[in-house]
């Protein structure tokens, strides 16, 4: 079983930063694929970013291209979302996701068994 408990977001106005971080605890080997995904009010939630366990390949999703990054300690058994260049319509409740299954990055949310609480990230103008 793993749990996820993400921290980081807040307010921030458009071009600033701000990094994201996922806590995960339970089995060490039991996330092959880790994922933020966003849902905005009004919206389904969407893909942001998907790291691979196994080789720390990488996806990002077109409208965060360039702008976000994606990375892992595995030391501290953390996940983390470097935010930067963030505009308004980045404002979201950001989650973060993991999946024991699949060894291949999903977009889709039914794709990953386990999530945080998420995390507000609000960018005003």
């Known amino acids: 079983q793993v749990q996820l408990v993400e921290s980081g977001g807040g307010l921030v106005q458009a071009g600033g930063s701000l990094r994201l971080s996922c806590a995960i605890s339970?089995?060490?080997?039991?996330?092959?694929?880790m994922a933020w995904f966003r849902q905005a009010p009004g919206k389904d939630r969407e893909f942001v970013a998907g790291?691979?366990?196994?080789?720390?390949?990488?996806y990002y999703a077109d409208s965060v291209k360039g702008r976000f990054t994606i990375s892992r300690d595995d030391a501290k058994n953390t996940v983390s979302l470097q935010m930067n260049s963030l505009k308004p319509e980045d404002t979201a409740v950001y989650y973060c996701?993991?999946?024991?299954?699949?060894?291949?990055?999903?977009?889709?949310?039914?794709?990953?068994?386990?999530w945080g609480q998420g995390t507000q990230v609000t960018v005003s103008s």
């Open positions: 996701a993991s999946s024991s299954f699949r060894r291949a990055i999903g977009t889709n949310p039914n794709a990953y068994e386990n």
């Open positions: 790291i691979r366990r196994s080789d720390e390949t990488t």
């Open positions: 339970g089995r060490a080997f039991s996330s092959n694929t």
